[in-house]
């Protein structure tokens, strides 16, 4: 299994990023999908997750109404949109797949390499 995150970047406040995660060797539309991050001399923290079918998302309440998590089971693909970007955001952007839309990183069993935003202020 692997999970391939891109699009992280230098950006400035305010300022949008569409972050992407190929799946490849597991059954796509098995999984929910969830995004998390690590910002420097933090703990892993939850961000984002989406259902297998796509029917339900939710989210860690600082992103709430900044973000949006979506998945195209036809391409083995998910993403998180982010807009009105924070300083505060900076940090590895990880994706991971797992059994149940969970907010918790137990609830995953797969996990990606992460990629790096950053928001200058």
């Known amino acids: 299994v692997q999970l391939q995150a891109s699009g992280g970047g230098l ?3 305010g300022g949008s990023l569409r972050l992407s995660c190929a799946a490849s060797g597991l059954t796509f539309s098995s999984y929910a999908m969830g995004w998390f ?6 703990e892993r923290e939850f ?10 998302t939710y989210y860690a ?7 949006t998590i979506s998945r195209d089971n036809a391409k083995n693909a998910f993403y998180l949109q982010m807009n009105s970007l924070k300083p505060e955001d900076t940090a590895v ?3 991971a797949a ?9 609830y995953y069993v797969y996990w990606g390499q992460g990629t790096l935003v950053t928001v200058s202020s």
């Open 11 to 13: 950006v400035q406040a």
């Open 37 to 42: 991050r690590q910002a420097p001399g933090k």
């Open 47 to 56: 961000v984002a997750t989406i259902t297998r079918t796509g029917g339900n």
């Open 61 to 67: 309440d600082s992103l709430k109404g900044r973000s």
């Open 93 to 95: 952007y990880y994706c």
């Open 98 to 106: 797992g059994w149940v839309a969970g907010t918790h990183s137990e």
